[in-house]
């Protein structure tokens, strides 16, 4: 029996990478908003479903279809990065409202969808509105518990922006390495650095699907001894 995954936001698909290894009986629904991404995704996972839809939207209208859904909604507003820069007067950056999709769509899988979700986002420069669990440099809202380590890579290699190396080339060639991934192909609008610097760490990714398949799988088989 398959087991069928929703991947909101899906990018590049950086939590999914690692998923095949964990199971031959996934079926991964994707749901990307740019076009191009969607492409790319379709690309490096063929036998994912790819939908390009407004991820919030698609939530609210299939959720009941899924069994393990995975969100990552937009980071920027809720990044410290972008605090700094906003709160510095002498920056033309101009502060904005936090993006409350993260936390409608914690809300909402909290108290509506049966099965087991995780919500991924950044640390954010206040206090989370609602409480969630710490690793490395992300947050997580589940409803299963997360070991203290979901094995999440140190990433090195980065080089910062300066007069000298003003695009940050040697950047990307780091990302790239780090995600497994040439991300020069991408030929849409956004630019490539911050994709890929939003992706999730795959081995993050695997751990915690792995955690969640797993307590499928023993709800399932104690479902099974009462019959």
């Known amino acids: 029996m398959k087991t069928k995954i929703l991947n909101l936001y899906a990018c590049l698909g950086g939590n999914r990478y ?15 908003l740019d ?7 379709q690309e490096r996972f063929p036998n994912d479903i790819v939908i390009i839809a407004d991820a919030h939207q698609y939530l609210l209208d299939h959720y009941k279809e899924f069994d393990i859904i995975w969100s990552s909604p937009p980071c920027p507003t809720h990044s410290r990065a972008r605090f700094w820069f906003s709160s510095n007067y002498e920056t033309n950056l101009d502060p904005v409202y936090p993006d409350m999709t993260l936390y409608q769509e914690i809300i909402f899988l909290d108290n509506f969808f ?3 979700y995780c919500v991924e986002n950044v640390i954010p420069y206040y206090e989370p509105l609602i409480p969630a669990k ?10 299963f518990p997360l070991s203290h ?15 000298d190396n003003p695009f940050g080339e040697n950047e990307i060639n780091a990302l790239c390495r780090y995600h497994d991934y040439d991300f020069r192909q991408y030929e849409g ?15 993050a990714g695997k751990t915690i699907l792995e955690t969640a398949l797993g307590i499928i799988r023993k709800s399932d088989v104690k479902q099974q001894e009462l019959f």
């Open 18 to 32: 690692k998923w095949d290894e964990l199971s031959p009986d996934l079926e991964i629904t994707a749901v990307e």
């Open 35 to 41: 076009p191009e991404l969607a492409r790319l995704y």
């Open 114 to 116: 049966k099965g087991k």
């Open 134 to 143: 710490k690793r490395g440099r992300h947050l997580y809202w589940t409803n």
């Open 149 to 163: 380590s979901i094995n999440e890579r140190k990433f090195e290699g980065l080089a910062k922006r300066s007069k």
């Open 189 to 203: 609008n956004q630019r490539i650095d911050k994709i890929a610097r939003n992706l999730v760490d795959y081995e």
